[in-house]
Structures are given as structure tokens and as C-alpha cells.
């Protein structure tokens, strides 16, 4: 006879515990069984996370396990990184439970249609390795062998050639008797990805994980990996819950990017998880970037990760030229347009020479927000209170937060005016601007608008990389990891965008889609030119990107968080409060904010008083914040107060929703 403590499959705050249950049957942490629970003996799936021989708390009473599964298991590892979750992101047992069970469920008829391509050769073969790639290879390679954790950070400048060593280093783990897993910031991106590496491993070795796929496809692909077929999981944050047997080697391609951050309960980082499961599986981790984030380049400073640069591309092309346009002399000099005059010249030279052109604009839709003019009345979404953005092609207004659309009126509500006008530009517009300034060229758009229809992504590139396009407008989907050999102009539109938004990694992020965005000019034999658009080429973080200068970046930002205490100096916690009743979703803010007052947390750093949140009415709801700076020695003290007070807010019974968050992407 076996006691087992398990895990309800049971999303709520009343049943996050482990239950204890007696079982006749083998079982092992991670086993999937059905248990009678609550008064009626309901049958309920559960996890077991624990195994003993004994009824060590003697409780009386105990029910016995009605059925154990055979359908699946959970890897022993993955159990443990439930339990880590819990604690670290301060979510219910089951939150993260539901990360690492397979999405979806076994089809009940005919087998779902396998994600990954047919093999089509180019690329089967190994090119040979640039001494840069030739060193960092090695180095890995060493890791590997070592058969324990070990971090990397390979830091390479655009289209050096990062890919080929993640290749290399995914056959050394197989060759090792290995899995592993190949993460990317983006869905879009994820169909290069495993085109390449099903044209290197073969379509049986790879399994794919995102959520485009069908409930069925995701199931067959988790299954694939948990019986052994698969090696390799590529996918997006998701694949880092992988059910590799014996997992060898974890690569995170653009370490940096924000996508990696969660932003649903469990509000999970990716980066930090992958660590995690290096602890104890013994893998390696492989974080890429030409653009570290600033906490990665801190912590290979201090000796966590082993930092690995390619300094050159790998086919010797020199980066781009980079030109700043600064627009406020363009309007001086009388050009109203979206585009600065060395753009047009540039990009003219690059059609006329049968290269290609990418405009980046971190901002969809056609206008940005609709006003009267005679009144300043803003058209606002009804349950987000949020401006809307105008749609030319199907005419809405549309919440980019709830998808909620209206049609524009032709007089304003609230005055009756006929001034109704659009603001701001977005990528519907510059498409459009782009057509009118290159009659004979091609344009197409790449954004979460014409991504979204089916096939529309993979249509989108695969005509660019063809050359049926000429002109591609897009947001930050344009400026990942896309590989494309003649571009010979990129322009990026507002480069000032994202560095107005309130948060404290706002002039990281806009670095990162400076460069990032800049590096997909000149990537073939023929350099490429970059121009960046901008009111502030004064500003330190345009300089830097302009100057593709990540060190001195680096060195400055470093040195403002350490001056103010921001990470990775310190951690922030976010409580985020929501309710349908403003005045009551407040209270309860206030309330939980005068108890970590009177808490006996030690040098508890900044705890800010309730405020509104960026967002402060979101699908119908009232949302107030919660902010502690805190010193990361204290971090874990605030998480066992936090866990206190919804155990507190649970048995109160309160209608306001409480996320907690630990350092969030976003303060929306």
C-alpha cells in the first residue's frame, strides 16, 4: 500500500492543497489518477506529487485512489517545476499543474495532421563553422558533455550565425542520448525554425508546440515527445514544459524578447523556468541575442552565464549604414509625410537595384486613436475605457485589449460635430502611404491583423522571400529573426514610440527593436542601409542603437538601476486588484495594502500605496495596483506574506480578484 499527495484538477482557491489518499496501485510522482473527493465522493482527476511508504501525518480516514491512468504521466522533473511555480509566481497548485499536462486531449477519430513539414533537403547539411562559431560550439559542446548545469549567453550580432550553432549543439546532446528543446519569442517565427531543423534531424525526430495548432495536433505532438518518438521540441514559452524524458540542452533564441513573460495566471518567465529545469536535470541552457536583455549581460558579468560572442556576420558583409532622420527638421523643411527624405532616396535606390525594402512601425491598425476636433471627444472602448483604434479596411474602431469593435460615427457623441478625425499612424496607413510614394512597387503587410487570417503569416513571408513583394510594412512580427537575403533598406517609421510608454525597461525595449528591426537590412552579399525616424535623435538610447554600440548601452542603463533600485538590483512585486464595483475592488486594495504595513517584513523596502492601474477599467472591470520595490532578500519573505493574505482573502470570501506578479513586462 502507497500514500500519495496529490493535486485536485480543480481550478480554485478552496482546493490548492495536496490531498492525501491511500493506493493499491504502482505509482510514482507524476501519475495521473481519478480520487473520490468532497462529501458526495466525486470522482476527480488529480496529480500526485508526493509517494511514501507510510501514513506519515496520520490522518485519519483516508479514501483510497479509485483508478491510476494509463494514458499519461508527467515527467518527475516537470512535478518539481510545478511545485517551484507555486512558490516563486505565487499561483495555485493546479495553475501550473495545467502548464506541463498536455494541452488538448487524444482525438476521438482519424489521426490530426502532423505540423511539421516534409524535409526538403536545403540545409540537411552542415556549412562549415566561422572560428567565432568554431569557439562557442565548443565551449557548449563541453557543457554538454559535462553532463551538468551550465549556462550560456551567446551573444551574436545579426545573422552571425547563432542558428547553425544551435544545431550543432542539439546534435551533440542526441548524439549524447539527450532531448531537447528550441524555444522562439514568436508563433510567426516558429515555421523557419522547424523547417530548418526537420530539413537537418528529420521530420521524426521534431515535435512543434504552439497554440495555433488544433487541441488534437498539441496532443499528438506532447505525446510524441513524452513516448520517446521526438527529440527535439521547438515551439514558443510553452515548449519549456516539454515531457523530455532526459532532457540535455535548452536554447532560448532572442533571450530577450517579452513574449518569454507570461501575462496569464501563472504569469511564468520562461528564461527563469528553463534555469530552473537545468537545476535538476543536469542541461545546458543556451540563451541567444544580439541584443541581451540587461539582466542577462548583468549576470554573465557576474560569472552566472558563460558569455560567447560572434562578433561578425557570417557572410562577411559588413553591418548596415545607419542614418538618423530627424523628423523635426523634416517638418521645418515643409515634408508632412510619414517618410523622411533620405528614406524615400534610399529606398527608391534599392527598388531601382531590385532589392527589397521592410518599413517598421511598432503600431497596427490605420489611426492610432479617432477625436472631434471641435471638442477633443476620444472614441473609447465602453467596458476598457481605452481609446480604439481605427481599421481602415473593415472601417471599425477597434479595442485592441477586449477585440470589441464600433463603427466610426459621423458626428461626434458628445458635441454633434461633423470634425471627426484620425490620429496617429499605424501600419494600415503607412501601407497605404508606402503605395501612393512607390507606385511600381509591390507592398504587403505583416501584423497581428493580417497574421491572424489563416495562413496568413507563412503566405505573407513566403512571398516576400520570394520576391513578389517589394515593400513590407510591419510591426515588431518584422523584426525577429527573419532571415531574408535582399533587403537592402529597412525604415523605421517612429523609433520614439516605446519610449514613452511608463516603464522602466521602456528604453531597453526600444533598443532591442531599434537594432533587432536594423538588422534585417544587408543580410545576403550586398550591405544594407537603416534609417531610423525620430523627434529625439538626441536621446542616448537612439544614439546607441544607431551606433549598434549594445556595451555602452548597457553601461548606462546599468548604472540608472542600480541609482534607483530597479532590477536586477531589486525585485518587483505587482498585486493587481480587479472587480466590477470600483468602490469595492479600492477597499480591497487598501486593505490588503495596510496589512503588509503592519506585516513584521524587515527592511521591507517600498511598498506604494494603491493606485489605479495603467489600464484602470479593462473588460468591464476596475483595476487598482499594488507596487513593492523589494531588496531580493526579502523577495521570498513578501511571497510567504502574499501567500498569507489570500489564504486570508480566501476564507474572507471577497469578490475582488487578486493576480500577484513577480518583476512584470508590463505595468498595464
Not at 518527475?76 to 505565487?90: F, G, K, P, S
Not at 522602466?504 to 537590412?521: C, D, K, N, W
Not at 468602490?583 to 503592519?598: C, D, P, S
Not at 523589494?630 to 489564504?647: A, D, F
Request: hydrophobic share 35%.
Amino acid at each position: 500500500m502507497k500514500y500519495v499527495k496529490v493535486v485536485i484538477d480543480q481550478i480554485s482557491n478552496y482546493t490548492d492543497f495536496l490531498y492525501t489518499y491511500r493506493c493499491a496501485e504502482a505509482v510514482h510522482p507524476g501519475s495521473v489518477v481519478t480520487v473520490p473527493f468532497g462529501k458526495n465522493n466525486r470522482p476527480l482527476k488529480a496529480y500526485v506529487f508526493e509517494v511514501s511508504d507510510s501514513n506519515e501525518e496520520n490522518i485519519p480516514r483516508l479514501k483510497d485512489v479509485l483508478e491510476v491512468s494509463g494514458e499519461y504521466s508527467l515527467p518527475e522533473d516537470l512535478v518539481e517545476i510545478c511545485r517551484w511555480m507555486r512558490d516563486r509566481y505565487m499561483c495555485r497548485y493546479i495553475d501550473a499543474v495545467r502548464c506541463a499536462v498536455p494541452p488538448g486531449s487524444a482525438p476521438k477519430r482519424g489521426i490530426p495532421k502532423d505540423p511539421v513539414p516534409e524535409p526538403s533537403g536545403k540545409g540537411a547539411e552542415e556549412p562549415p563553422l566561422t572560428e567565432e562559431q568554431e569557439a562557442a560550439f565548443r565551449e557548449i559542446e563541453a557543457g554538454l558533455n559535462a553532463a551538468k548545469p551550465s549556462y550560456f549567453l551567446l551573444n551574436g550580432v545579426t545573422s552571425s550565425g547563432k542558428t547553425e550553432v544551435y544545431m550543432r549543439a542539439v546534435a551533440k546532446a542526441l548524439e549524447n542520448g539527450r532531448d531537447a528543446i528550441v524555444m522562439v519569442p514568436e508563433i510567426s517565427l516558429t515555421p523557419q525554425t522547424i523547417r530548418r531543423f526537420a530539413n537537418r534531424f528529420g521530420k521524426e525526430q521534431v515535435a512543434v508546440m504552439h497554440s495555433r495548432l488544433t487541441k488534437g495536433q498539441r496532443y499528438a505532438q506532447w505525446m510524441k515527445v513524452r513516448n520517446g518518438t521526438a527529440r527535439i521540441m521547438i515551439g514558443a514559452r510553452s515548449a519549456i514544459f516539454a515531457p523530455s524524458a532526459d532532457l540535455g540542452l535548452i536554447i532560448i533564441d532572442e533571450e530577450h524578447e517579452s513574449s518569454y513573460k507570461s501575462d496569464q495566471t501563472p504569469k511564468y518567465n520562461a528564461v527563469t523556468t528553463a534555469l530552473n529545469r537545468a537545476d535538476l536535470t543536469g542541461a545546458s541552457v543556451v540563451l541567444g541575442s544580439a541584443t541581451p536583455s540587461v539582466i542577462s549581460r548583468y549576470r554573465a558579468n557576474a560569472g552566472l552565464y558563460r558569455e560567447l560572442k560572434l562578433t561578425k556576420r557570417y557572410n562577411e558583409t559588413p553591418l548596415p549604414t545607419v542614418h538618423v532622420a530627424d523628423m523635426r527638421r523634416e517638418l521645418i523643411n515643409g515634408n508632412r509625410t510619414m517618410f523622411s527624405d533620405i528614406l524615400y532616396e534610399k529606398t527608391s535606390q534599392a527598388l531601382a537595384q531590385g532589392r527589397q525594402a521592410i518599413f517598421f512601425l511598432n503600431r497596427r491598425g490605420y489611426s492610432s486613436f479617432v477625436s472631434c476636433r471641435n471638442c477633443g471627444h476620444v472614441i473609447r472602448c465602453d467596458v476598457c475605457n481605452l481609446s480604439m483604434t481605427y481599421h481602415k479596411a473593415s472601417g471599425m474602431a477597434e479595442c485592441h485589449y477586449c477585440g470589441r469593435k464600433v463603427r466610426v460615427p459621423d458626428s461626434c457623441p458628445e458635441c454633434g460635430s461633423k470634425h471627426i478625425r484620425y490620429f496617429g499612424a499605424g501600419t494600415e496607413q503607412v501601407q497605404e502611404a508606402a503605395a501612393e510614394l512607390f507606385p511600381g512597387a509591390v507592398t504587403d503587410r505583416l501584423d497581428l491583423d493580417s497574421a491572424g487570417r489563416k495562413g496568413g503569416t507563412a503566405s505573407i513571408l513566403s512571398a516576400f522571400r520570394k520576391g513578389k513583394t517589394d515593400i513590407l510594412v510591419g510591426t515588431q512580427l518584422v523584426a525577429k529573426g527573419l532571415d531574408f537575403d535582399n533587403v537592402g533598406v529597412v525604415g523605421i517609421i517612429a523609433a520614439d514610440i516605446t519610449l514613452n510608454i511608463p516603464d522602466y525597461r521602456s528604453p531597453e525595449r526600444t533598443f532591442q527593436l531599434i537594432v533587432q528591426a536594423a538588422g534585417r537590412a544587408g543580410r545576403g552579399k550586398e550591405p544594407g542601409e537603416v534609417i531610423i525616424q525620430t523627434y529625439s535623435p538626441e536621446d542616448s538610447t537612439i544614439q546607441a542603437a544607431a551606433a549598434n554600440d549594445y556595451d555602452g548601452f548597457y553601461e548606462h542603463e546599468i548604472r540608472v538601476r542600480r541609482l534607483i533600485g530597479y532590477p536586477p538590483f531589486s525585485n518587483i512585486l505587482r498585486l493587481v486588484f480587479s472587480g466590477s464595483d470600483e468602490r469595492e475592488t479600492r477597499g480591497e486594495a487598501e486593505r490588503v495594502y495596510r496589512m503588509i504595513l503592519e506585516s513584521s517584513v524587515p527592511g521591507k523596502g517600498e511598498v506604494f500605496a494603491p493606485q489605479p492601474a495603467y489600464m484602470a477599467k479593462l473588460n468591464d472591470k476596475y483595476r487598482f495596483h499594488i507596487l513593492i520595490k523589494s531588496p531580493r532578500r526579502r523577495t521570498e519573505i513578501y511571497r510567504k506574506l502574499i501567500e498569507t493574505i489570500r489564504l486570508d482573502r480566501t476564507a474572507s470570501g471577497s469578490r475582488v480578484i487578486m493576480v500577484a506578479e513577480l518583476d512584470p513586462y508590463s505595468m498595464t
